[in-house]
């Protein structure tokens, strides 16, 4: 029985989006789950898939905080 877990930030996948649509997790579930049944011969009916949504501001990237690490990326300092 696989768990698979998928974490997201929350920004959205669009310019003015705060999450991730319903219609965007029932692709991930669906995908993952085709993954692991072509892969790995696993059921879909055995398989979990868990989607958290992350706010930005607790994830970390090199060392750094993410907004900020995005700062000094763009600003050629990272």
């Known amino acids: 029985m ?3 877990t998928i974490q997201v ?3 959205g996948s669009g310019p003015g989006r705060d999450s991730v649509t319903p219609e965007e997790k029932a692709r991930l579930i669906a ?3 085709q993954l692991l049944l072509d ?3 696993k059921p879909l009916d ?3 898939v868990v989607i ?3 706010e930005l501001e607790d994830w ?3 060392g750094l905080p993410a907004l900020e690490f995005r700062k000094r ?3 050629g300092t990272s």
């Open 46 to 48: 055995s398989t979990y």
């Open 52 to 54: 958290q949504e992350v």
């Open 31 to 33: 995908g993952t789950s």
């Open 73 to 75: 990326r763009a600003a």
């Open 9 to 11: 930030t929350r920004e």
């Open 2 to 4: 696989p768990i698979v």
């Open 39 to 41: 892969v790995l011969n």
């Open 60 to 62: 970390g990237w090199g």
